[in-house]
């Protein structure tokens, strides 16, 4: 069984870019979630998706957006990048909306 | 809304020696909490979960954590502590209802010495 994955592994942007993030969810899974970890802090929610409607947003501003696809998979956009969008990217996948989220390895984005 | 304190940013612990990585959270609705290990350049990875029932949780690599409502605690334990355990260690918490999005705390450094 496949677990989560995500792409790229490593980014780098310039201040005011727009940036493509993307998750495969694990088999079975119809519910996404993305997280915005800072350097030495906790993950942060970002919003989440179930059967491709966004289910919850966290305190993130609309420049972030996403999608999800037939096939549960996800992508993260963020527009008009700023230095402080630089964090590690997390994906979660769950069975359901209240299953255990399995995460995948993340994308670094730095941004300069 | 939720919120999650972990007391200890840092805590070194020598090989074979127990250790206990401290937690708290506030929230106005009831919650399911979690302990989650983070290596270097790597996602999360769960340890351990409270839903319901027994308030001694038993969890993966040999932790366990006890949830306190009281106290509105959820402290993670380990009796002996190795090498391979020196990991960031993340405590969270997700409302019953409503979006499953985790509230994370800051972090615990485990540094295991030798």
């Known amino acids: 069984e496949t677990g989560v994955t995500q792409s790229p592994t490593h980014l780098i942007k310039t201040r005011g870019q727009q940036v493509t993030l993307r998750c495969s969810s694990q088999s079975g899974h119809n519910t996404v979630s993305w997280y915005q970890q800072a350097l030495g802090q906790g993950p942060q929610f970002i919003f989440q998706y179930y059967r491709e409607e966004e289910n919850g947003r966290g305190n993130f501003p609309p420049r972030f957006s996403g999608l999800q696809f037939p096939n549960y998979s996800s992508e993260l956009n963020v527009n008009a990048l700023e230095l402080d969008d630089s964090a590690l990217y997390l994906c979660?996948?769950?069975?359901?909306?209240?299953?255990?989220?399995?995460f995948g390895p993340g994308t670094r984005l730095t941004v300069l | 809304a939720q919120s999650v304190t972990q007391l200890d940013s840092q805590v070194p612990v020598f090989e074979e020696a127990p250790v206990e990585l401290r937690c708290n959270y506030s929230s106005s609705v009831s919650v399911y909490l979690f302990w989650y290990v983070q290596y270097p350049n790597q996602g999360l990875q769960l340890l351990l979960k409270y839903l319901s029932g027994s308030t001694l949780v038993k969890g993966i690599n040999g932790f366990e954590a006890e949830f306190n409502k009281s106290q509105t605690s959820f402290h993670l334990r380990k009796p002996s502590v190795h090498i391979s355990d020196t990991a960031e260690y993340f405590c969270?918490?997700?409302?019953?209802?409503?979006?499953?999005?985790?509230?994370f705390g800051t972090g615990t450094r485990l540094t295991v010495i030798p």
């Open positions: 969270a918490v997700s409302a019953l209802t409503g979006a499953n999005n985790l509230f």
């Open positions: 979660a996948s769950s069975q359901d909306i209240h299953n255990e989220q399995f």
